[in-house]
Structure formats: C-alpha cells, structure tokens
C-alpha cells in the first residue's frame, strides 16, 4: 500500500526536480508538503559539484568552448544540486526561450544565459524580459545586434510578441515593428567581431571570447513609437513593461508553466489551476514564483489527475536515473557521453532545434527514442555498483521479516523505492511472475554484486522498462 | 594596460605569446596545455591534455622561443605504453628524460625528448609507493622523484625507476597535511614546495619531507591564492605561483612574502598572426574591437573576466622557469603560453 502523503512528495519532487530517492524524500516530508513547496521555491545553496572541481579535469568544461563538454557542465549541476526547482526552471526556460549552440558556436555565453535563468527564472516576469533582451546569446540567436536605428531587423521583437509573450493574433504587424525600433541599438559588445567570429565557427587564435551586453546609444531610435496602444518615445524596457500587463501573456506564461510542471494536456479541472496561475500573476506583480506556488498548492495539482500525467522529457529521463542511482558523484569520464545520450533520445542540451524549442509530451516518444530511454534507465538503475542502487537493496533488507522477501514484497519494493510509481494491475502481475521465477529473496546476508542483489538490479531494470516509468 | 605590481625585489617584463588553438589535428599550436618544460637546448615542450573528444591532441608538441613549431610525440589516448587520459604535469631528470604523470592511469610515463617511448612504472593504491591520482612532479639534483600524490593527500619520493624511497602527509588543512594538492617543485638547496591546491596555500618542505613553511591564505588579496595549482622557484629563491582560481600569477619573495602580480598581458603570437592575415575581414573587426572590455556585474570573477579578455591569464595551470630567468605562464583555457623575462 502505497503511502498518500508519500507519493505526493514524490508526485512534487518529479515536476518541481527530478525525482528523489528515499532519503530526499524523507527530508522533504519532515518539512511537510507546503514546507517542501516553499523549500523547492526559495532556492539557497545548492551545494552542487564545485566549478573548481569540475574545471581541474575536465579542461573541456572549463574552455567550455564546444557543446558536448558544455552540455555535459550543466549535466553535473543537474545531477548534484540541492535545489532541484532552480535547475528545472532554468531547463523550463531553456525550451521556451530556446537559444541553440549552432548558430552561436558560443556555449560560455549559452551557458551564461541559463545562469540567468537561474538567477531570474522564479522573478517577475518583466525582469526576466529584460534581462533576456539584454542576453548576447539571444541578442545572437534572434539578429538583434542587426537591429538597427537607420534599419530595423524585426527577427527579435517578432519572437518576443509571438514566442515570448502574447501569441499570435494578439498584435499587429505594426506592434512587431515598433516594437523592433524600441529594441535598436541593444546589442553586445565587439558586435560586429563577434558575429564574424560566431558566422565563421572561429576560435582562433586563443579559443572562443564570451560575450557581454552592450547598448549603443547612437544606434537607438529615440524617436515616437505607438505599440499596443500606448504612445510615446520607447525603448525596449518600456516595450517590456506593456507586454507584460497584457492579458495574453499572462495566459501564455500560466499555460506554458501548467504544460511543463502539470500535465501535457489541460483537462477541465487543470484549466482552474491555469486560471489561478494567471490571476496570481497579476496580483503578485507578475511573480513566476507565486505563480509555481499556485500551481503546486492547488487541488488540481495534489489530484490522482495530475499524477503521471507528463511524459519525462529525456533530461528528465535522464537526470532522474541518475540522481536515483548516486553516480557521477565526483568528476568523471563519461560525462559526455551521458549528454549525448540525451541528444539521442531527442533532448541535446544547449541545441533546441528551433527557436520554437522542443515538441514535448507524447511526441518525446517514438520507437528509437524509446529504445533509448530504456536502455539507459535501466543501465543505470540495475548497476548494484551504484550507492543509490545500494541504499535500494538495504532499504529492502531492512523491510524484509528475517531479510526474506516475497517475489510480491520485491516487485512492490521496489516500485514503491524508485517513486513511489503506480503502474497498473497488468504490469504489477509482470512485475511479480518475473520475480517469482526465483522464488523468495534472502537478503539477510547479501554480499555486494552477489545474486541476491543481482535478483533487485534485474527487479529495477525491469521496473524501468514500463511504461509507467517513463511518466513524470 | 599595466598588470604588474612593481616592487624593488624583482621585476618581469613581458616578453612574447606563444600558441594556437590546435583543434586535434597534427602540426603547430597547442591544445588545452597544462605543463612546459625547457630543455638544456633551450626547446620547449608543451603538454597538451586536450579532452576525449580531441584524443588525437593529447600529446607534447615542442617548439622554440622563435615559435618555430618542430613537431610533437606522444602515443595517444589510453592506457597502452606511452599514453595518456588525464596527462597532468612534467619535469626532466639529469639525464633529460621527461617524466610525464597521469592522474587517471595512476601512474609516471617517461620519454626521450626525441619522443621515444622508455617505460612507465605506478600502481594505484593507498599504500607506500601506490598511487591514487599522481599530478605534480619534481626532480631534484639527485634525481629523486617527488609525486604529488593527491588523492592519497600525500608527496612520495621515489627513484628514477619508481622505486619507493619515502613519503608524507595526510588530509587536512593543518602544517604538512593537503587537500587535493596539485603541483610540485624543488629549490636550488633541494626543498619540495607543493601548490596545496584547496587549501590555497604554498607548502615548504625539506628534502625528506619536514615541514619548514607554508605561504598565503584565501583570497584574492595580494599573497592571497584561490587553488594555486603550481610553483616554481628560481636560482634567488623567488617562489612564482600560478594562482589558477584567480586567474593570475603571483611571485613570492624566498621569505614568502607577496612581491609582484601578473594578470597577462598576451599579444598576437606569430601563428596567430598568420591566421588573421589569411582572414583579413575577421582581422579588420578585431583591430577596431576592444578586448579589455568592462563587464557587468554578475560577470565580474575573475573566470569571466579572463573568458572576455583576451590578453589576460584565462587558466594559468603552470609557472615554468628556464635557464635564462624566462618565465612560462603556460594557459589552459587560451592554448597559449605567455613568456616574462627576469630582470
């Protein structure tokens, strides 16, 4: 039997981080549920693997002058922080405001946006715009350093309105360009080096040179803009600070927040969350965090609806194994393989496809993809190596009347350590009839890498093959 | 742009640049370099750790101070006779045969500098003369062997062929015990100093291993280090640290007291040059650019100042002196190395 308040912390820790082990989870339920909603909001230290660390061997990691090394840099933030909402935020915004290495050939500067991410990821959603339309990557990726005041390049403030914001239909193309004139002259530093460097792939002759904001004055059209409505002499800010009192875009943000940390789809009863999360928007001055705080506080949230009501996207996937397992504790080589794992299963870190970003939900699922999530989940999870595999195994132990159990205590112990995940009858009695090929499990004097504990990494390869696993 | 602290005790002037990122291929320039040695000819031999995305790079290539490039040696990435994962650092011996560790493999493989393979010895292990991560190394006039031992938190001395002679230390922060100590040298009276690279400090040590000293804290003031990575001594007693986590280097006067700063102050080497003649847009953008830009405030570290300044130290691994009063500044993060001439 499955304990209620149990598996709505861990229902919490899968959308609001990615997943927890017994011992997380029990830390998270000395706090209580609405503790553990403020813990997770109110990110501190995150006590992740220090840069220090990482740079001494991984030289790649600390040029972080090409995308696999780079991706695999955020990996190890992903895989050992403490604050797991601050890095699932920051993924969050990462597809949304998709910026990709492609075009860049720049992953200090796309990794200097994330640390953005993080730093105004929960903030209000005026601020973060901001500090968006001042990031060099973005600046980049959408042409704003073409932007100018004698001729506009509308790439920037087209995205901002349709992808960022409001949506289409909610403006006109005249909106687009005065809101393009307000955005002249926001560029980053050295522009015209930089986009030669960056168009040429060049990282000659010292290696790649990161990036900084920089506004030039006399490329800024000063002059009377008309954009939604308001007139006056605008610059980006202003054009920031009326977007983001437009209802459409509350809507925007609460459904692109419900879609990510909710559910796929919005059902009846997930449409009052969104509605709360747009009214929190507003009375909080446009606050992500209280909007988050909404969402996890509301019924819909805590409801069996909303359970497994996501399928994992491959960072998810990912990370959440490797979380599970405790590997990759310390600097290691493989990194990079791992990030690239994630690439394959259709999520590469730092390259979104499109400045659309990724197409979640049912659509992370094919057959290739699938094979590949599989595989890795249950590599990881049937590794008896692993500490976090080893605290499974003496968890069961412990569990066990004399260390013995039953192939229907093993199959339920182990569904019940790697979530709790509710998987229906039919797996359940796969589940069972696999471990009863083998009979009762004597745990009582398990030796490590021995059959016994090979019996519960083949229980938790198997449990990482359901279908049910590959849900948030 | 100045970036050195005069003081009447010594003084460098900078000299030249030499490097070109080496994207794996063979032929000049380096890749990710993380130790140099100069030989008694006066060549210089790079050791690039590159990353296993670029195996082929991992290697030592060798080049003059007229920055003609003579070619490279190495056997590769793995665990074969004379290759590497991690290559960490190098020191010759009397002899001239490069001694190279690697933090990985565990273990020291030595080659001519004609690039011959000769033999490797290390075990890894906790106990005497086992290894756990060797990093720097330290040759003395007896050709004594000094291994930074760092994950043991520990320096072993052994002979030229890897025979266990005696070791110390333990982990801790305390006089005579590491925490993930790094790099290593000797003086010309034969003392060991070792770069204590988490405890932010320089350590000096007899011969045979008794504590005599330890130099600088943590910080970023003057004589402050954050995870200095490697030392080196000169003829004087001038104690030179390469103060990685602040992205500079520090000399220190033979009482360890604070004497110079240098933060860099690289210009275009002759490869370099080269390939921005044969790039003459990408040329004409960069003469009109600013590389010494000032950087909003959640960029101001020194990591992030070096990633956008060009001309400065961005991952100073190793100080390594020549004959000559040279200094190489040798940088991970440019696959360059900045040369500074004792005065």
């Not at chain 1, 220090?52 to 030289?59: E, M, T, W």
């Not at chain 1, 080096?193 to 010292?206: E, F, G, N």
């Not at chain 1, 009863?269 to 965090?289: D, L, N, P």
């Not at chain 2, 000797?186 to 988490?198: H, M, P």
Request: hydrophobic residues 35%; glycine residues 10%.
């Amino acid at each position: 039997m499955i304990n209620n308040d149990t598996a709505l912390m861990a229902h919490l820790l899968r959308r609001a981080g990615f997943g927890a082990n017994r011992e997380e989870l029990e830390q998270y339920l000395a706090m209580g549920y609405d503790g553990a909603v403020d813990a997770l909001l109110n990110p501190s230290d995150p006590g992740n693997m220090p840069d220090d660390l990482i740079r001494r061997y991984h030289v790649e990691q600390s040029e972080l002058r090409d995308l696999p090394g780079s991706a695999a840099y955020w990996m190890y933030r992903m895989i050992s922080t403490s604050c797991p909402m601050e890095e699932k935020i920051a993924l969050f915004w990462h597809g949304l405001f998709a910026t990709g290495y492609a075009k860049l050939n720049q992953a200090r500067s796309l990794l200097n946006q994330v640390d953005m991410f993080r730093r105004s990821g929960l903030g209000s959603y005026e601020d973060l715009l901001g500090d968006l339309s001042q990031d060099p990557a973005m600046i980049i990726w959408l042409d704003n350093n073409e932007n100018h005041g004698s001729a506009i390049n509308e790439n920037y403030g087209r995205e901002l309105l349709e992808l960022f914001s409001m949506g289409i239909g909610n403006y006109s193309e005249d909106d687009i360009k005065e809101c393009s004139r307000a955005f002249t002259g926001w560029t980053l530093g050295n522009a015209e080096y930089m986009a030669i460097r960056a168009a040429k792939d060049s990282i000659w002759p010292y290696g790649r040179i990161a990036w900084h904001f920089d506004y030039r004055e006399e490329d800024h059209d000063d002059g009377e803009k008309t954009f939604l409505g308001e007139t006056g002499r605008f610059n980006g800010q202003d054009i920031i600070r009326i977007i983001v009192k437009q209802d459409s875009t509350a809507r925007f943000v609460a459904t692109r927040l419900f879609q990510f940390f909710a559910a796929d789809v919005i059902s009846e009863a997930g449409e009052k969350a969104v509605q709360a999360m747009t009214a929190t928007y507003f009375s909080s001055g446009y606050k992500i965090r209280d909007m988050m705080r909404t969402l996890f506080l509301s019924d819909y949230f805590k409801s069996e609806e909303a359970r497994f009501a996501r399928v994992k996207g491959p960072v998810e996937m990912v990370v959440g194994a490797i979380r599970m397992a405790g590997s990759y504790q310390n600097p290691a080589l493989g990194i990079e393989k791992v990030s690239n794992t994630m690439l394959y299963m259709g999520q590469g870190l730092l390259q979104p496809p499109t400045v659309e970003g990724w197409h979640e939900g049912s659509e992370w699922i094919n057959s290739g993809a699938l094979v590949e999530r599989v595989n890795f989940a249950a590599k990881e999870l049937s590794d008896v190596r692993s500490p976090g595999v080893r605290s499974i195994i003496d968890r069961l132990e412990a569990s066990a009347d004399q260390g013995v159990l039953d192939p229907s205590d093993l199959a339920d112990g182990c569904l019940d350590l790697l979530g709790p995940i509710q998987v229906s009858d039919e797996t359940r009695s796969i589940l069972v009839e696999y471990a009863s090929r083998n009979g009762d499990l004597d745990l009582s004097d398990h030796q490590p890498g021995d059959e016994a504990e090979q019996r519960v990494g083949n229980m938790l390869r198997l449990v990482a093959a359901t279908r049910e696993y590959q849900l948030a | 742009m100045s970036t050195q602290t005069k003081s009447p005790g010594i003084a460098l002037d900078y000299v030249k640049t030499i490097g070109i990122v080496n994207n794996g291929f063979n032929g000049r320039g380096f890749a990710n370099p993380y130790d140099i040695v100069v030989g008694k000819d006066e060549r210089i031999f790079v050791l690039n750790r590159c990353d296993p995305a670029r195996a082929a790079a991992i290697r030592v290539g060798i080049c003059t101070m007229d920055e003609e490039y003579l070619g490279e040696f190495g056997k590769g990435n793995g665990t074969g006779d004379g290759q590497f994962i991690w290559a960490v650092a190098m020191a010759l011996d009397s002899q001239e045969r490069l001694y190279i560790t690697d933090e990985h493999s565990h273990r020291v493989t030595i080659y001519s500098l004609s690039g011959e393979y000769l033999s490797h010895w290390g075990k890894a292990g906790a106990g005497d003369g086992e290894l756990n991560g060797p990093a720097g190394i330290a040759i003395d006039s007896s050709d004594n062997v000094f291994l930074v031992d760092q994950h043991n938190s520990r320096v072993q001395k052994f002979t030229p062929d890897g025979k266990f002679i005696a070791n110390w230390g333990s982990l801790g922060s305390g006089d005579g015990q590491f925490n993930l100590p790094w790099g290593a040298a000797v003086d010309s009276e034969d003392n060991v100093y070792v770069a204590d690279w988490r405890n932010d400090r320089i350590q000096k040590f007899t011969n045979d291993g008794k504590f005599m000293a330890a130099y600088g804290s943590s910080g970023e003031d003057e004589g402050q280090f954050r995870r200095p990575t490697s030392v080196a001594i000169d003829s004087d007693g001038f104690i030179y640290v390469a103060d990685w986590g602040n992205e500079r280097v520090q000399v220190l006067g033979p009482d360890g007291a604070f004497q110079l700063l240098l933060r860099g102050e690289a210009t275009v080497s002759k490869w370099g040059e080269d390939y921005l003649a044969s790039n003459p847009e990408e040329r004409a953008e960069r003469e009109v650019s600013n590389l010494t830009p000032e950087l909003p405030a959640h960029l101001n570290t020194p990591y992030h100042i070096s990633s956008q300044t060009e001309p400065y130290f961005w991952g100073p691994v190793s100080v390594s002196l020549d004959r000559q009063g040279r200094l190489y500044v040798t940088e991970t993060n440019r696959h360059r190395f900045q040369v500074y001439q004792k005065r």
